[in-house]
């Protein structure tokens, strides 16, 4: 058995002193509780990362197997031990093209976090909320897809087996078909890039929707008169609030404010293009070239297009926003598990899988495990 020499580690969403064993061999932990090792370390389970639409100076829709194994070491190092490859809207070509590289690589001996899914983003978005997806490519949700989307005896997924989540608008017509036939795939759904109203919102949740992607963007705001998304969204808890805590999509009293409101149900996601751990300068997300200066990244007319945030720098800066610890953490691993439906990860307890960061007294990654085993 291995010790991993922490002081305290996340259980069941506290942090509770003691040190953690694992058996490699299995990749499982052995116990919990032991006594501390003095370090000032602490572990968590391994974040999850459910928006990563490239790292390292990869976009995931433009590149191959060697790409995305360099993408996949690159964020294991920020403490993601399991992550969902993002495809912002595309042409169908580049789209299923970036799939099967992905399926490819999911299902291959790739090296770092593993690939837990696709998300899709897209191309089923408001043009009113396209924010930096192309207008061009943006896709209604006509008759005949939404008859497909429906019909009981449909032989394949509508997106391919590997597509794990879907963000798309709840105020496009036909969105509950296509809401109806994701959920019958196993596929969970939010809403994003939306121009919904309130009333709009909560019928997809009634629908099966789950999730709200990331919170304040791209969505109409909240009112007095007019929650929007979000306020339907906070006020429904069925529902997962996925959130950049970037300290630039989001005002810091608003990811003050949306902590303590959410709870449980904040999910921490990056948003990271490819610019991530590169440095500044003219990037790609998709089909859109990105100018990244002082950790943002914009489009020509200065519109967001994703983020150069990591998930260890997420955590910190819910931290300096006077964030409980125990909070943001669990919103960086275990809230992004349950809502995804993967209940093997984002714990640690005996018998789980070993996907551990280890982290030091300044919240810097120092140790992530993938099942036991030290990633690169």
């Avoid at 259980?11 to 090792?37: F, K, R, Y």
């Avoid at 572990?43 to 590149?63: C, E, K, M, R, S």
């Avoid at 997300?285 to 945030?309: C, E, F, I, M, Q």
Wanted: glycine residues 10%; charged residues 20%; negative net charge.
């Amino acid at each position: 058995m291995t010790r991993l020499g922490v002081d305290r580690f996340l259980h069941n969403g506290e942090l509770v002193a003691g040190d953690i064993s694992i058996d490699p061999d299995t990749g499982t932990i052995t116990s919990i509780g032991l006594p501390s090792a003095g370090t000032g370390r602490l572990a968590a389970p391994g974040f999850i990362d459910l928006q990563v639409n490239g790292f390292g100076g990869v976009d995931f829709l433009h590149t191959d197997l060697v790409g995305i194994e360099q993408a996949s070491i690159a964020v294991a190092t920020t403490g993601v031990t399991s992550f969902l490859p993002t495809l912002i809207t595309t042409s169908e070509h580049d789209r299923t093209r970036a799939l099967q590289q992905l399926r490819d690589a999911r299902h291959g001996p790739t090296p770092g976090a593993s690939i837990i899914g696709v998300h899709l983003e897209g191309p089923h978005l408001s043009p009113k909320r396209a924010g930096a997806h192309p207008l061009e490519d943006l896709v209604s949700i006509d008759d005949e897809f939404a008859a497909l989307a429906t019909e009981p005896d449909r032989a394949a997924p509508l997106y391919g087996y590997d597509v794990a989540l879907v963000t798309l608008a709840a105020d496009l017509a036909n969105a509950h078909d296509l809401i109806a036939g994701l959920i019958v795939d196993g596929v969970v759904v939010s809403i994003g890039h939306t121009a919904a109203t309130a009333v709009e919102t909560r019928s997809a949740f009634d629908a099966g929707v789950t999730g709200i992607t990331h919170a304040f963007n791209a969505m109409p705001p909240i009112t007095g008169r007019e929650p929007g998304p979000l306020g339907a969204a906070l006020a429904d808890q069925r529902v997962s609030i996925m959130v950049i805590a970037d300290r630039v999509h989001v005002a810091d009293d608003n990811l003050r404010w949306l902590a303590h409101a959410a709870r449980e149900r904040l999910v921490l996601v990056t948003d990271a293009i490819a610019a991530t751990h590169t440095s500044d300068g003219a990037t790609t997300l998709g089909s859109r070239t990105v100018h990244v200066s002082d950790g943002t990244a914009r489009l020509d007319d200065g519109t967001l297009a994703g983020s150069v945030l990591t998930m260890d720098q997420a955590v910190r800066n819910l931290v300096e926003l006077d964030v409980d610890l125990a909070a943001a953490l669990y919103a960086a691993s275990t809230a992004p598990g349950k809502f995804i439906g993967r209940s093997d990860l984002g714990q640690i307890d005996i018998g789980s899988r070993a996907d551990v960061v280890v982290l030091d007294d300044h919240l810097q990654p120092v140790l992530t495990l993938l099942r036991g085993e030290e990633l690169p």
